[in-house]
């Protein structure tokens, strides 16, 4: 068993990204790894917006979220790059508003930290 | 304590790629963890002496380069062959710094923990 930290790097444009991002959680839990934490990094914070709505026939972006915070694993974004993002961090929904320091002392502990971008 | 090595490869005035690199490598040296940064590609542009933000507005994060050696972040490399591609020299830079060539680089990332890519 090995402990991961998974950093997002990407906006809410990139599909695929989640996509690929899911999938790992998903493949490491199943072979019993543990993810730490997967933190909103650059324009990763833009996941947090509560606005975000797509057609049917797209990938379902919010409902893979959903899904990702079924599992409890602390989905944290950073507020110094929400804040120059204009992210209103009084409403992100099931997304944590930290800090760089904060996923830091995650990272710091982690055996891999993986980044999607 | 984590060797972590940060990577940067995007010019200065690219976004804000440095300051978060710089960001990074400045809070894992806050918390205590070994730290290296490599700048290599267009990222040795933002080492280079002699920027004057100071009438533009913009923020002089190229001041902030400086307080690297207040955290004891000693370990900041920069790529030879990206250097060379923008004809400069080690006097032409704003800190002291190691350059390191391709091998270097490589035997530097497999002493990591981590290794990331803030681009």
Redesign the interface.
């Given at each position: 068993m090995r402990n991961f930290v998974l950093?997002l790097?990407s906006g809410v444009d990139d599909h695929h990204n989640v996509f690929l991002l899911k999938r790992f959680v998903d493949a490491a839990l199943q072979v019993g790894h543990q993810i730490d934490c997967i933190f909103l990094?650059?324009d990763g914070v833009y996941h947090a917006n509560q606005n975000i709505q797509l057609a049917s026939d797209e990938f379902p972006l919010v409902e893979t979220w959903q899904s990702l915070h079924t599992l409890n694993i602390p989905i944290l974004l950073c507020v110094?790059?929400a804040e120059?993002r204009g992210i209103d961090i009084d409403k992100t929904g099931s997304f944590k508003v930290a800090g760089?320091?904060e996923f830091?002392?995650l990272?710091?502990k982690?055996?891999?930290?993986v980044?999607f971008? | 304590?984590?060797n972590?090595l940060v990577i940067s490869n995007k010019a200065p005035f690219d976004k804000?790629h440095i300051r978060?690199s710089l960001?990074?490598c400045l809070?894992?040296a806050?918390?205590e963890?070994n730290i290296s940064w490599l700048l290599k590609d267009d990222a040795v542009l933002a080492l280079k002496s002699g920027y004057s933000l100071s009438n533009s507005g913009l923020k002089d994060f190229f001041k902030t380069l400086k307080t690297l050696e207040i955290y004891d972040i000693e370990q900041v490399y920069v790529c030879a062959e990206s250097l060379k591609k923008y004809a400069l020299s080690c006097d032409d830079l704003s800190i002291e710094i190691t350059p390191l060539s391709l091998e270097e680089q490589q035997s530097l990332i497999t002493k990591q923990?981590?290794t990331?890519?803030?681009?």
């Open positions: 950093s790097h990094y650059q110094t790059a120059k760089l320091a830091s002392m990272a710091a982690a055996d891999k930290w980044q971008k | 304590m984590k972590i804000i978060e960001d990074t809070i894992f806050a918390i963890q923990d981590h990331v890519v803030l681009s």
